[in-house]
């Protein structure tokens, strides 16, 4: 297919971009693991049920409902990104296959 039978769009970039997606994505998923073991931890040397019991809601509210909707996010931006580049590759061979009937 002739360049100019394409529609603009920059492949490589579309799939570093995926790329770096999951790899923040990772990154992210091992923080709020690493953070779980320091939670752990910190109730471990925390003495005093109240302390812990607020110290857990904080963590809840910062690592279950924050952290885990950024990794939704992040996520349903990096399907969104794959499945545009897709759709793209499918739209050019579409339209390459169409008007290579009219050659």
Not at 45 to 52: I, L, N, R, Y
Not at 55 to 64: C, D, H, I, L, S
């Amino acid at each position: 297919m002739a360049d100019h039978d394409k529609i603009l769009y920059d492949e490589a970039a579309m799939q570093a971009l995926v790329d770096t997606l999951n790899s923040e994505g990772s990154k992210i998923q091992g923080q709020i693991e690493a953070l779980g073991v320091a939670k752990t931890n910190f109730l471990n040397a925390m003495g005093g049920e109240g302390a812990q019991s607020g110290f857990e809601a904080a963590y809840k509210n910062a690592v279950e409902t924050k952290l885990n909707d950024t990794m939704q996010k992040l996520g349903n931006l990096r399907s969104g990104v794959e499945d545009a580049l897709v759709k793209a590759k499918q739209t050019d061979s579409k339209i390459y296959q169409d008007l290579s009937d009219f050659a």
